[in-house]
């Protein structure tokens, strides 16, 4: 009697696991309520089973996304790089170009302006020695 309800138990637990076996995960079958009727109606082993089937379906596709994001990312990165260096070079460039002419017309304004002073120091001069030694006939 204990065989057969052993024998029993192992045959209701195949059926069970074979039934289970034929649900494939999907969107429907992986919910929690339809674990929890797999649970009710054919015991604990298939729901688990499929629980398991579902959580590692999902971890393959969730791989798959993230390998893909991963690649998709990868490439955006590269290409975001070499943007940003060449726009690091195109401004150092403008950069330096602009440095070099504000110096260059500062520079031309110092000589300019100090020439314009030295002829008014002359000019000055010259006035303070016509006024106080007469001018030149």
């Not at 690091?88 to 403008?94: G, L, N």
């Amino acid at each position: 009697m204990k065989a057969t309800s052993i024998a029993a138990f192992a045959a209701a637990t195949l059926l069970a696991f074979a039934a289970c076996a034929a649900e494939t995960p999907s969107a429907s079958t992986c919910t929690l309520s339809h674990l929890k009727d797999v649970a009710d109606h054919q015991g604990l082993a298939p729901a688990a089973e499929l629980a398991k089937a579902c959580a590692a379906q999902g971890y393959q596709s969730a791989k798959a996304f993230i390998s893909e994001t991963y690649d998709s990312s990868k490439e955006s990165s590269a290409s975001t790089y070499d943007k940003a260096k060449d726009y690091a070079k195109e401004s150092y460039a403008d950069v330096k170009n602009g440095s070099k002419e504000a110096y260059d017309k500062a520079k031309d304004g110092i000589v300019e302006g100090a020439g314009a002073a030295w002829s008014g120091i002359k000019d000055a001069g010259a006035s303070v020695r016509d006024s106080i030694f007469g001018a030149k006939k």
